[in-house]
């Protein structure tokens, strides 16, 4: 029987990294572009879904409300230590640059594992200030398809996503991300 546990965890461990490593490589990937830019009519864009989340105070805020900017959209649970890890970072950068891009955090409540308490009390705990959104309905994980936590979207200020990762990302990668966002 544990066995047969080992290579399910192994099974479902490889296809998180394939899929993982299908979104990164855009970012990552350092090749010499061989074909011509993609004109400005030619480039498909994949346009923001929207979702109404709610805020500390019970407010809702809708992903909209933000679009004119460029967007960091992470999703996350303080019961998840990859999203614990990577947290400190994207704190540090959207410091840093003050407002010039969104950071939208949002964490996935689902009523038992993660409570907006539990994840308010986090973020208290670390003394973070970004936006934190509770999706407390689910809307935002449906929406995204959220499979893994974390997960990250980059978002353009005309509200197309350019790229993504799925789980945690170290600084270079979120600047990389942003760098593909503010042009």
Do not use: H
């Not at 099974?11 to 990937?29: D, E, H, K, N």
Request: aromatic share 10%; glycine share 8%; net charge negative.
């Amino acid at each position: 029987m544990k066995q047969k546990w080992l290579w399910l965890v192994l099974a479902v461990g490889l296809i998180v990294l394939i899929g993982a490593a299908a979104i990164l490589y855009p970012i990552l990937s350092k090749q010499t572009q061989t074909q011509a830019p993609e004109t400005e009519e030619s480039a498909q864009t994949i346009p923001y879904v929207d979702f109404t989340a709610v805020d500390l105070e019970g407010n809702e805020v809708s992903l909209s409300d933000y679009i004119g900017k460029p967007i960091v959209l992470n999703f996350w649970a303080s019961w998840c230590p990859p999203c614990k890890s990577e947290m400190p970072d994207f704190d540090a950068v959207a410091k840093e640059l003050d407002g010039e891009v969104v950071f939208l955090m949002v964490d996935m409540v689902d009523g038992m594992q993660e409570t907006k308490d539990k994840g308010a009390q986090f973020i208290k705990e670390q003394g973070f200030s970004f936006p934190v959104l509770y999706d407390v309905n689910q809307e935002a994980a449906m929406n995204y398809g959220v499979s893994s936590l974390p997960t990250t979207y980059f978002i353009d200020k005309d509200g197309n996503i350019v790229t993504g990762a799925m789980g945690a990302i170290s600084k270079t990668n979120l600047l990389k991300g942003i760098e593909l966002i503010r042009e």
